[in-house]
T-cell receptor
Framework: GNSVTQMEGPVTLSEEAFLTINCTYTATGYPSLFWYVQYPGEGLQLLLK?????DKGSNKGFEATYRKETTSFHLEKGSVQVSDSAVYFCALSSGGTSYGKLTFGQGTILTVHP | EADIYQTPRYLVIGTGKKITLECSQTMGHDKMYWYQQDPGMELHLIHY???????EKGDLSSESTVSRIRTEHFPLTLESARPSHTSQYLC???????????FGPGTRLLVL
């Protein structure tokens, strides 16, 4: 079956530091890959996505590249801000009997200090 | 901008009460989902629907039930709430084309 594994948190950084959150996946076929962000007290928001190998998703300074050879979709940001403090979820969506359903990683808490 | 709404946002209720969590979306999406999010943040799919009169159980067994009588509305009901139902419940919808799911703000349920 499908699965997503994220690096364990929490991750604590100083403002303007470089961020990497690792995400690897197991899936049949050719999944689409997503990063969602959840701010305190809110639901999830789509941060970025990639639908095929070598695609790069980007938004708000965050980037992730769909690497089929390493089955990875690591999230990066060059300079984090306090406002980036949130929980980040990696997810995949694949076809077949799981069509339209998302498989989520366990989430990574990011805290950015001034 | 996605428009998906959940009410109530917070609910404290006693054991044995019947509750309904509301979820509505104005985007005309066919696919809708309910997730349970535990305190450790992990998300579990408990119900989904691919259209009117279509409902399926998700990956995590749940004592809740759902209905889909209208495209825009996907309520979740607990006939008899228990402390083990204490959690956050997130509703989502998707048009199924881009595969992106849009989430509501969630309902935090506390059963005493």
């Amino acid at each position: 079956g499908n699965s997503v594994t994220q690096m364990e948190g929490p991750v604590t950084l100083s403002e303007e530091a470089f961020l990497t959150i690792n995400c690897t996946y197991t899936a049949t076929g050719y999944p689409s890959l997503f990063w969602y962000v959840q701010y305190p007290g809110e639901g999830l928001q789509l941060l970025l996505k990639a639908t095929k190998a070598d695609d790069k998703g980007s938004n708000k300074g965050f980037e992730a590249t769909y690497r089929k050879e390493t089955t990875s979709f690591h999230l990066e940001k060059g300079s984090v801000q306090v406002s980036d403090s949130a929980v980040y979820f990696c997810a995949l969506s694949s076809g077949g009997t799981s069509y339209g359903k998302l498989t989520f990683g366990q989430g990574t808490i990011l805290t950015v200090h001034p | 901008e996605a428009d998906i709404y959940q009410t109530p946002r917070y609910l404290v209720i006693g054991t044995g009460k019947k509750i309904t969590l509301e979820c509505s979306q104005t985007m005309g999406h066919d696919k809708m989902y309910w997730y349970q999010q535990d305190p450790g943040m992990e998300l579990h799919l408990i119900h989904y629907s691919y259209g009117v009169n279509s409902t399926e159980k998700g990956d995590l067994s749940s004592e809740s039930t759902v209905s889909r009588i209208r495209t825009e509305h996907f309520p979740l009901t607990l006939e008899s709430a228990r402390p083990s139902h204490t959690s956050q419940y997130l509703c989502a919808s998707s048009d199924g084309i881009q595969e992106t799911q849009y989430f509501g703000p969630g309902t935090r349920l506390l059963v005493l």
